[in-house]
């Protein structure tokens, strides 16, 4: 299976940089069957990059997100860019869509919990601990690359397990 994997962030800002970091270190893995495309930011351009693929996986950073990491599937959704550029996942799914007039590969979210997103910063401390367990959920993926088994390693909402 093709996988295209997409990981933005800025190397200079702090913990922007685990999308880049965590691309860098499967670019060294060389794994046959996938596509890497590192950006600071997402585009509408990306959308080309999905075609050919039968899985996409977007890595970045983010300051709400829960600790270590959020892994969850994704879709094509029509949002409100500030500008034509640093698009949503789900806004590069929607310009697939809508150009190639059918469904984008089946799509999912790593988003790394980072603290310091500073100017000039290196990796916080927790960051570079949420960024290995985001590797090894990484790494657990790409041994199966299969989107039914993807879904599998999504966490249940706790509201959902007291039901």
């Known amino acids: 299976m093709s996988v295209v ?14 999308g880049p970091l965590l691309m860098d270190w499967l670019a ?3 794994r046959p069957g996938v596509h890497l495309v590192s950006d600071f930011q997402l585009q509408i351009e990306h959308a080309l990059d999905l075609e050919g693929h039968q899985l996409a996986l977007f890595i970045d950073a983010g300051t709400g997100t829960p600790a ?8 094509p959704a029509a949002t409100r860019p ?6 949503a996942p789900e806004a590069v ?18 988003c790394i919990r980072g603290n310091d997103f500073r100017l000039g910063e290196g990796l916080s401390p927790a960051a ?10 990484l790494v657990e ?10 879904r599998q390693l999504i966490p249940v909402p706790a509201q959902k397990l007291k039901s």
């Open 5 to 18: 994997v997409f990981a933005v962030g800025n190397p200079s800002r702090g913990d922007d940089a685990l």
């Open 28 to 30: 060294e893995q060389a």
């Open 68 to 75: 270590p990491f959020e892994f969850r599937e994704t879709g």
């Open 82 to 87: 500030v500008s034509s550029h640093a698009l």
């Open 93 to 110: 799914l929607q310009v697939y869509a809508s150009v190639q007039r059918r469904p984008p590969p089946p799509a999912f979210v790593l």
């Open 128 to 137: 570079e601990r949420n960024l290995a367990a985001a590797r090894a959920r």
């Open 141 to 150: 993926c790409l041994d199966d690359a299969d989107a039914a088994r993807w």
